[in-house]
């Protein structure tokens, strides 16, 4: 079972796009899972403990803390992100993990938080640094036609970073784990902070192309906005 994961994680990271002469930080899979936790300190404090611990060092993952500030009826307060740049890290994250103390410790800290929903992602197209955002805006979306879909952005993105409204990370990634009839993928844009991103919310003229373009394919679910916590 888990040769068989590894091998189509593989194949569907093979099958990623980057955009065009750009660097994009992007992982190759994430874990995203939402969770609503009563005291945000606390649970912080719990993830740096484990953070600081020997294991944590030999993970071969990313991790990313966001707070959900903006997400309208969504009850999460924060998002964890497991980002893996190969799949073969996925399995090895879970061996080091089985006989870590320190995880489990802060596991058995998260026990009374609430598992909101968990997906695994890969990302189908990427732009830009990530670690330079502090603020993304982020929608689930429901996609027919990916390839199109993704023509469609390239195109948005191109004229947006023309216009020098493209500074921020963006990227478009597909659910694989946790998929539901609805949400099949997730869109994301990055700034460096939310005056930025205000200001990049003016509208291009190939917006409207794009919009019309992909309203046959795509259907929005919901937007959220939410802020880097911390990188561990």
């Not at 990313?64 to 924060?78: C, K």
């Not at 099949?184 to 509208?203: C, E, Q």
Request: one cysteine or more; proline letters at 3%; aromatic letters at 10%.
């Amino acid at each position: 079972m888990v040769r068989s994961l590894m091998f189509l994680l593989s194949v569907l990271m093979a099958n990623n796009v980057i955009a065009d002469d750009h660097e994009t930080t992007a992982p190759a899979m994430l874990s995203l899972m939402s969770i609503a936790v009563e005291d945000g300190r606390g649970f912080l404090s719990a993830m740096e403990t484990f953070a600081d611990s020997e294991c944590r060092k030999q993970l071969p993952v990313s991790i990313r803390v966001m707070d959900n500030d903006f997400n309208g009826e969504d009850p999460s307060t924060h998002t964890i992100i497991w980002g893996f740049q190969k799949a073969d890290d996925y399995s090895a994250f879970g061996e080091i993990l089985s006989s870590c103390s320190a995880f489990q410790q802060f596991w058995m800290y998260m026990r009374p938080s609430l598992r909101l929903s968990e997906f695994l992602a890969v990302p189908v197209f990427t732009d830009g640094d990530t670690s330079k955002d502090s603020v993304y805006r982020v929608w689930r979306h429901h996609i027919t036609d990916e390839a199109t879909y993704i023509e469609e952005m390239a195109k948005v993105r191109a004229a947006a970073k023309k216009a020098g409204r493209g500074d921020g990370a963006m990227g478009i990634l597909r659910v694989i784990g946790g998929r539901s009839p609805t949400v099949t993928h997730m869109v994301y844009f990055g700034a460096k902070d939310l005056p930025s991103m205000i200001n990049n919310l003016g509208r291009l003229p190939e917006t409207a192309v794009f919009l019309k373009n992909v309203a046959d394919i795509r259907t929005v679910y919901d937007n959220s906005i939410a802020f880097v916590e911390a990188d561990f």
